[in-house]
C-alpha cells in the first residue's frame, strides 16, 4: 500500500448540497493530484496542488475546488452538487525526486442522489 | 491533444498462462511516459510498470513486461505466468515529459482481467 490516505472512504450527499474531500500526501511528497474515476470509466483529471498552489486543471467547471495546505495535505470541494458528480474520488501524490510518479490512495466513493 | 485507447474492455487468462494487454496513444510529443496501473476491487491504485519514451529497451518488472512500439504509439503489457491475485482492472497511462506541464496522467478505458483457476 501507499502511504497517501482519504477520507471518508463513502459518503452519501444530496443533489445541491456540498462536499468536502481530504487527502493526506505520502511523506516527502510535495505535490497532490486529485481525480475523478465515474463507474467503469478511467480516471479523469480534475486539478493539481503543487507547494499550496494550483498548478493546471482539467476540464472541470470552477465549482470544483481544491486547497494544499503547508503539511501538503489537501482537500477537494464540491458545490452545487449533481447526480452526474458520483464518482471515485482519487488523490495522487508525487514528487521530483520519484520521477513525478503518482501514487494513489485508495479514493472516496461519492453518491449524489 | 493526448488520448490513450483501450480496446479490450475484458480479458481472460488460465492461472500459469500468459497475458497480454494492449493500448494505443496519440500524441505530438516526442518526450513522456507512458504507465500501466492496475485497480484490484479494494480501488487502490497500483503501478504496475513504467516506460520512458526516450529508452528503446522494454520495461520490465518480474512477471510483467512491455512492448512499447514508439513508431506505432503502441504500448501493450504482457503478464507471465499469470496468478489469480493479478485478476484485476487495467489501466494505460499517458504522462507528458515537458518542462512546466502538468504531471497529470491521462488514462484510458481500462480492461478487465479475469484470471481463471
Known amino acids: 500500500e501507499t502511504g497517501v490516505t482519504q477520507s471518508p472512504t463513502h459518503l452519501i450527499k444530496t443533489r445541491g448540497q456540498q462536499v468536502t474531500l481530504r487527502c493526506s500526501s505520502q511523506?516527502?511528497?510535495?505535490?497532490v493530484s486529485w481525480y475523478q474515476q465515474a463507474l467503469g470509466q478511467g480516471p479523469q483529471f480534475i486539478f493539481q496542488?503543487?507547494?499550496?498552489?494550483?498548478?493546471g486543471r482539467g476540464n472541470f467547471p470552477p465549482r470544483f475546488s481544491g486547497l494544499q495546505f503547508p503539511n501538503y495535505s489537501s482537500e477537494l470541494n464540491v458545490n452545487a452538487l449533481e447526480l452526474d458528480d458520483s464518482a471515485l474520488y482519487l488523490c495522487?501524490?508525487?514528487?521530483?525526486?520519484?520521477?513525478?510518479?503518482?501514487?494513489f490512495g485508495p479514493g472516496t466513493r461519492l453518491t449524489v442522489t | 491533444a493526448q488520448t490513450v485507447t483501450q480496446s479490450q474492455p475484458e480479458m481472460s487468462v488460465q492461472e500459469a498462462e500468459t497475458v497480454t494487454l494492449s493500448c494505443t496513444y496519440d500524441?505530438?510529443?516526442?518526450?513522456?511516459?507512458l504507465f500501466w496501473y492496475k485497480q484490484p476491487p479494494s480501488r487502490q491504485m497500483i503501478l504496475v510498470i513504467r516506460?520512458?519514451?526516450?529508452?528503446?529497451q522494454n520495461a520490465t518488472e518480474n512477471r510483467f513486461s512491455v512492448n512499447f512500439q514508439k513508431a506505432a504509439k503502441s504500448f501493450s503489457l504482457k503478464i507471465s505466468d499469470s496468478q489469480l491475485g493479478d485478476a484485476a482492472m487495467y489501466f494505460c497511462?499517458?504522462?507528458?515529459?515537458?518542462?512546466?506541464?502538468?504531471?497529470?496522467?491521462?488514462f484510458g478505458t481500462g480492461t478487465l482481467l479475469a484470471v481463471q483457476p
Open positions: 495522487a501524490s508525487s514528487s521530483t525526486g520519484t520521477y513525478y510518479e503518482q501514487y
Open positions: 511523506s516527502g511528497h510535495n505535490t
Open positions: 496542488y503543487y507547494r499550496e498552489e494550483e498548478n
Open positions: 500524441t505530438s510529443e516526442s518526450d513522456y511516459y
Open positions: 516506460q520512458e519514451a526516450y529508452k528503446q
Open positions: 497511462a499517458y504522462r507528458s515529459d515537458y518542462g512546466g506541464a502538468t504531471n497529470k496522467l491521462i
